[in-house]
């Protein structure tokens, strides 16, 4: 398998939950994959089952330049080794980098290193997937500039359609990409079909309102080690297989 | 009175927020109510509805495309009055934040 694909959307919508499990099962499926959470309020690694901190890449791997603004510091270093070298290995064998630039701790060095990675890294058979911040900033700014997929995920309410309306104005600006909805904690059987007409993009998959995902949450448990046969998780798995592009 | 609410995304804080300007406004305050989310959604839980919502963040950005941008800035009260909706029970409603031609991150 392998996949490039950014879920993009409000806070609060599944976006990590939906973005780690993605991950993990490409991971069991056989893949090296790479699970970038660009959000400024990292949460990836806890829907991974992994324990980190939000620290991102070394301030020091960039520095400030008079005319040039924020460079590499060492222009030799390829997305790659900062992969290889700074990425930490979760379950199902999943490599998480983080951007971990808080707000109000503006880490200019780090930020501009994950960045070298988003637009860098294209291993050969690796799958990559993104975690974008809940916000419309970042997506404008080519944190999705990785992806052969973006998911809109939205859930049945009208703040999320609202803001996946404004997200879906990103396909302007990425030819060749394919944007999608994700209807996410649907609850009625035409819910997706509702929310994709609502946004204005094509319907990929639907996730459906699970209470025991959300217990699990609730208990610091990652839903697809604590309830792997929930509806939701059945209902992610069948996503994977639509965003495998061989 | 000045409060900020903050918190992770869909935790309730535009629904909070919403409610208690519209409850202060109900109880007599003359309140405005400032969206300063880079995705700004307080007009709905306000029930001004999603278009003039869309619309109020349009003419946000307006405002950074016109000529000599800050240089003939006017007071905040002047840009909520000129930039702002009204929203049920009188409140105010402006939105403070920018959306595209953002900086990194």
């Given at each position: 398998m392998s996949a490039r694909v950014a879920f993009v959307g409000?806070?609060?919508?599944g976006k990590s939950v939906i973005s780690a499990t993605v991950a993990r099962l490409l991971g069991r499926a056989g893949d090296d994959v790479l699970a970038l959470d660009?959000?400024?309020?990292?949460g990836l690694a806890l829907s991974l089952g992994m324990h980190v901190g939000p620290e991102g890449l070394p301030e020091t791997l960039a520095e400030q330049r008079e005319n040039?603004?924020?460079?590499?510091?060492?222009?030799?270093?390829?997305p790659d080794q900062l992969v290889d070298r700074f990425a930490i290995v979760g379950p199902d064998r999943v490599r998480l980098l983080t951007l971990g630039k808080l707000p109000g701790n503006v880490k200019p060095g780090s930020t501009m290193a994950f960045r070298h990675v988003v637009r860098g890294f294209r291993r050969s058979g690796w799958s990559l997937v993104g975690d974008l911040a809940a916000g419309t900033r970042q997506a404008f700014f080519g944190w999705?500039?990785?992806?052969r997929n973006v998911a809109l995920v939205a859930e049945p309410s009208a703040k999320s359609v609202l803001s996946a309306r404004r997200l879906a104005r990103l396909a302007e600006s990425m030819p060749g990409v394919t944007f999608a909805v994700i209807a996410s904690?649907?609850?009625?059987?035409?819910d997706p079909a509702r929310v994709a007409a609502a946004i204005g993009l094509p319907l990929l998959g639907s996730v459906p309102y699970d209470g025991s995902v959300l217990d699990a949450e609730r208990h610091g448990l990652t839903a697809l080690d604590a309830?792997?046969?929930a509806p939701a998780m059945r209902a992610i798995a069948e996503i994977v297989t639509l965003v495998d592009q061989g | 009175m000045k409060v900020a609410i903050t918190g992770k995304?869909?935790?309730g804080k535009t629904t909070v927020a919403a409610i208690l300007a519209r409850t202060l406004a109900r109880g007599g305050a003359d309140v405005v109510a400032l969206?300063?989310?880079?995705?700004?959604?307080?007009g709905i839980s306000l029930g001004i509805g999603p278009e003039r919502t869309l619309e109020l963040a349009a003419i946000r950005q307006s405002l950074d495309d016109e000529e000599g941008g800050a240089e003939h800035a006017e007071t905040a009260d002047e840009l909520i009055e000129r930039f702002g909706d009204d929203a049920p029970d009188g409140v105010r409603l402006a939105v403070v934040t920018k959306i595209e031609k953002p900086n990194p991150g």
């Open positions: 409000k806070g609060g919508v660009a959000d400024t309020m990292p040039e603004g924020w460079v590499m510091a060492d222009p030799s270093v390829t999705a500039g990785f992806a904690k649907v609850r009625e059987g035409d309830v792997p046969e | 995304g869909g935790s969206d300063c989310d880079s995705n700004p959604n307080l």
